[in-house]
């Protein structure tokens, strides 16, 4: 006779309050902090009433989760297939695409513009969170310009946080555009641009072939 374990209420516990955190999510980035209510998010957890505050303190509490639940899923589309690219620049241009191809333009919208704009001068913690993933999300695309730069791969008058910065702007106002447009061709257009610059970023070299000089980018 096989003697199954007891259900441990800690692990059921912690399910319990990843579901809620899941469910938040997309109703904090698509309403805002003030536009969702407990109510609503309990009803789409399909917990009953004062079960949040048994997992969460305060609505800010869940809120500040929901937003690293959503952005880690958000970033870790825009990451994926990164790791197989040799080349720095190609990453960096892999991640623009990503970002065209894993935003969505007529839901949602990504959380971090959306809990930046939300949270401006209203929620200081959120404000906080939201510029620690923007930190973040620069550093890593400035250490892949550095690395270009290390391996002599871009003009060594790039300045890696600044290409980074650009980068970030154009994509999240392009976004912005797309999704008051309600189509993707500010977001497409700018992916484009985007991808251009960066190439134009490479070091030219000379290689001789016989008689003739022809110029191209490493």
């Keep these: 006779m096989q003697i199954k374990d007891p259900v441990n209420p800690s692990r059921k516990g912690d399910r319990t309050r990843r579901r809620i955190i899941a469910?938040?999510?997309?109703?904090f980035n698509q309403r805002g902090y003030e536009g969702c209510s407990l109510r609503e998010i309990m009803a789409k957890a399909g917990i009953e009433k004062g079960g949040i505050y048994r997992h969460f303190a305060s609505k800010e509490e869940l809120a500040l989760e929901a937003f690293d639940f959503a952005w880690a899923e958000v970033f870790q589309r825009r990451m994926r297939g990164l790791a197989e690219i040799k080349d720095p620049?190609?990453?960096?241009?892999?991640f623009i695409l990503n970002f065209a191809e894993q935003s969505p333009v007529l839901h949602g919208g990504c959380p971090l513009l959306n809990t930046a704009i939300d949270a401006d001068d209203g929620n200081a913690a959120l404000r906080a969170?939201?510029?620690?993933?923007?930190?973040?999300?620069?550093?890593?695309?400035?250490?892949?310009?550095?690395?270009?730069?290390?391996?002599?791969?871009?003009?060594?008058?790039?300045?890696?946080?600044?290409?980074?910065?650009i980068i970030i702007a154009t994509l999240e106002g392009a976004l912005m555009v797309s999704r008051l447009e309600k189509n993707a061709y500010a977001l497409v257009t700018a992916c484009d641009h985007l991808i251009s610059w960066v190439e134009s970023l490479r070091v030219e070299?000379?290689?001789?072939?016989?008689d003739t000089e022809r110029t191209h980018r490493r």
């Excluded at 620049?89 to 892999?94: A, N």
């Excluded at 930190?135 to 690395?147: A, F, K, P, Q, T």
């Design 23 to 27: 469910q938040a999510a997309p109703l």
């Design 89 to 94: 620049l190609l990453r960096v241009e892999r």
């Design 129 to 165: 969170r939201a510029r620690g993933a923007l930190d973040n999300w620069r550093m890593r695309l400035s250490l892949l310009i550095s690395i270009a730069m290390q391996r002599g791969l871009v003009r060594p008058d790039t300045e890696p946080c600044a290409v980074a910065t």
């Design 205 to 210: 070299t000379r290689v001789s072939h016989g």
